[in-house]
Nanobody, 126 residues
Framework: QVQLVESGGGSVQAGGSLRLACAAS????????MAWFRQAPGKEREFVVG????????YHSDSAAGRFTISRDIVKNTVFLRMYSLKPEDTAVYYC???????????????????WGQGTQVTVSS
């Protein structure tokens, strides 16, 4: 059974930093794209950043570029999201997701992601 378990959310003041982790288990994720999405109250789920499990190539949304960094530890089967210079508009539930998308394209569409974590709340106060 595939599981994605997020951790590391919390409350932080604007300008602060957080590191989220996603522990992945239950299958071989070679050939998969791992991604972080977020969903604020009343808004649609939004792609934040993605990484190829094989090779580690990354792709950032405009909102994440320059402030968020994604990485993965293939030994520990964990994906990390480091967030810097956080803003109140970054407040959302952050989800880890996995899709069988290999090199050649990236997807921001949540419906293409097969596996999801339960989410972790990030709250940024001004």
């Amino acid at each position: 059974q595939v599981q994605l378990v997020e951790s590391g959310g919390g409350s932080v003041q604007a300008g602060g930093s957080l590191r989220l982790a996603c522990a992945a288990s239950g299958r071989d994720f070679s050939g998969y794209t791992m991604a972080w999405f977020r969903q604020a109250p009343g808004k649609e789920r939004e792609f934040v950043v993605g990484i190829r499990w094989t090779g580690g190539t990354t792709y950032h949304s405009d909102s994440a570029a320059g402030r968020f960094t994604i990485s993965r530890d293939i030994v520990k089967n964990t994906v990390f999201l480091r967030m810097y210079s956080l803003k109140p508009e970054d407040t959302a539930v952050y989800y880890c997701a996995a899709a069988p998308i290999q090199a050649g394209r990236w997807s921001r569409n949540p419906s293409e992601y097969d596996y999801w974590g339960q989410g972790t709340q990030v709250t940024v106060s001004s």
